[in-house]
Nanobody, 115 residues
């Protein structure tokens, strides 16, 4: 069983930056895609960014131009660089790995953006 451990969340002022990390406990030799979800209070969990095995990235319009998804295969780690943060970005952020027949989830990390 692969474990995903998230880190990097916290409190930041509007316009600031934050970098989230998602470290896997074991090497992922085969997967379809990795991604980031977020869930704000009273709202559904939403997928806003993905990166495929070949490295193709995808972003929701709400974060395009501000967030960057990346991975370091040697470190078994997924990253999310968040710039120009807005109060509406406040949510619990979850990393996810689609391993074809299995799904792996991080424990979630709180990101709070103050105005």
């Amino acid at each position: 069983q692969v474990q995903l451990v998230e880190s990097g969340g916290g409190l930041v002022q509007a316009g600031g930056s934050l970098r989230l990390s998602c470290a896997a406990s074991a090497r992922l030799f085969s997967f379809k895609a990795m991604g980031w979800y977020r869930q704000a209070p009273g709202k559904q969990r939403e997928l806003f960014s993905t990166i495929s095995s070949p490295g193709r990235t995808n972003y929701a319009d709400s974060v395009k131009g501000r967030f960057t998804i990346s991975r370091d295969s040697a470190k078994n780690t997924l990253y999310l660089q968040m710039n120009s943060l807005k109060p509406e970005d406040t949510a619990v952020y979850y990393c996810h790995v689609d391993a074809w027949d299995l799904d792996y989830w991080g424990q979630g990390t709180q990101v709070t953006v103050s105005s």
